[in-house]
């Protein structure tokens, strides 16, 4: 289980798709122009945010619910 992030290129403003999994990952994501952006997860809310996500579906696994 991932959230989708929205962000805007630094370089050309448009829209550029991403997932938590690609912030805590820090990964470089391209913009639809093709600039490359790298995604800097400095505080570690991404990576938290992502484990978080994981336990919960992990737990909702446990339970049957998914």
Do not use: S, Y
């Not at 820090?26 to 996500?53: S, W």
């Amino acid at each position: 289980m991932e959230l989708d992030l929205e962000l805007d290129c630094d370089r050309c403003g448009r829209r550029i798709e991403a997932t938590t999994r690609d912030l805590a990952a820090q990964r470089i994501v391209r913009c639809p122009n093709g600039h490359a952006t790298e995604l800097v997860d400095e505080a570690r809310g991404g990576r938290d945010m992502q484990a978080a996500m994981d336990d919960l579906e992990r737990a909702l696994d446990r339970f049957g619910k998914r």
